[in-house]
C-alpha cells in the first residue's frame, strides 16, 4: 500500500514558483501518479499524471525522481486562485491503493 | 464543469432514514467511482463501477450500497443513516478503468443527518 506524506500546509506569494513534494516509499511498479487540486465544497480536479522523469502541461510539471520514492508537483507564477488543497495519488489500480491522503493546503497571499 | 452531475446537491434526513445519491458521469466515460469526504476523513474511495459491473470495492459500509444502470448512471444508497455519514459524496468518472484514466469529479452531494 502506497501510503503518502506531504506537508500539510504551505504559504506562498502571487508569481512565485511552488514545489509541493509527496513521500511515497511503498510505491508499486505499476502505479502512476496523480496530482489533483480542490477547492472547498468542490470535487477534486486533475493536474498531472506522470510515471517517471518530468511530465509539464500547461498548469503545472512533475518531477520524479529514477527510485519514483517521492514526487514534486511544481506550480509555476501561482496566484490567489491557486489555493486549494493538493493531492498526491500513487495509484496502480487496485482498490486497496487507491487512497487519498491528507493533502496539502497551499494558500497564496497577495 | 467537469462534465460530470450528481443529485441533489444537499441533502438533510434523520436518523434511521434511507437516501439515494445519484450520478451521471461524463459523456462515453464507462467508469464511475463514489468517495465520501468528511472532515475527519478525508476522501475517502467507496466503490467502482466498470460498464455496470462492479470492479473494486474500498472502504465502503455494509449499510452503503452503489449500482451502475445500463445507461452508465449509477446510484449509490445509503441505508439506516447515522450522525457520522454526513459528509459531502463525490461521484467521478473516467473512460477506463485504471490507474492511468484521469478521473472527472463531480459537484458533490452534501449530506447532513440530524
Known amino acids: 500500500l502506497a501510503k503518502t506524506t506531504q506537508p500539510i500546509s504551505m504559504d506562498s506569494y502571487e508569481g512565485q514558483e511552488v514545489n509541493i513534494t509527496c513521500s511515497h516509499n511503498?510505491?508499486?511498479?505499476?502505479?502512476?501518479i496523480t496530482w489533483y487540486q480542490q477547492f472547498p465544497s468542490q470535487g477534486p480536479r486533475f493536474i498531472i499524471q506522470?510515471?517517471?522523469t518530468k511530465v509539464t502541461n500547461e498548469v503545472a510539471s512533475l518531477f520524479i525522481p529514477a527510485d519514483r520514492k517521492s514526487s514534486t508537483l511544481s506550480l509555476p507564477r501561482v496566484s490567489l486562485s491557486d489555493t486549494a488543497v493538493y493531492y498526491c495519488?500513487?495509484?496502480?489500480?487496485?482498490?486497496?491503493?487507491?487512497?487519498f491522503g491528507s493533502g496539502t493546503q497551499l494558500t497564496v497571499l497577495p | 464543469d467537469s462534465g460530470v452531475t450528481q443529485t441533489p446537491k444537499h441533502l438533510i434526513t434523520a436518523t434511521g432514514q434511507r437516501v439515494t445519491l445519484r450520478c451521471s458521469p461524463r459523456?462515453?466515460?464507462?467508469?464511475v467511482y463514489w468517495y465520501q469526504q468528511s472532515l475527519d476523513q478525508g476522501l475517502q474511495f467507496l466503490i467502482q463501477?466498470?460498464?455496470?459491473?462492479?470492479?473494486a470495492k474500498g472502504n465502503i459500509l455494509e449499510r452503503f450500497s452503489a449500482q451502475q444502470f445500463p445507461d452508465l448512471h449509477s446510484e449509490l444508497n445509503l441505508s439506516s443513516l447515522e450522525l457520522g455519514d454526513s459528509a459531502l459524496y463525490f461521484c467521478?468518472?473516467?473512460?477506463?478503468?485504471?490507474?492511468?484514466?484521469?478521473?472527472?469529479f463531480g459537484p458533490g452531494t452534501r449530506l447532513t443527518v440530524t
Open positions: 467521478a468518472s473516467s473512460v477506463g478503468q485504471g490507474s492511468t484514466y484521469e478521473q472527472y
Open positions: 511503498n510505491i508499486a511498479t505499476n502505479d502512476y
Open positions: 506522470g510515471y517517471k
Open positions: 495519488l500513487p495509484w496502480g489500480g487496485s482498490a486497496r491503493q487507491l487512497t
Open positions: 459523456s462515453g466515460d464507462l467508469s
Open positions: 463501477y466498470y460498464n455496470g459491473e462492479e470492479r
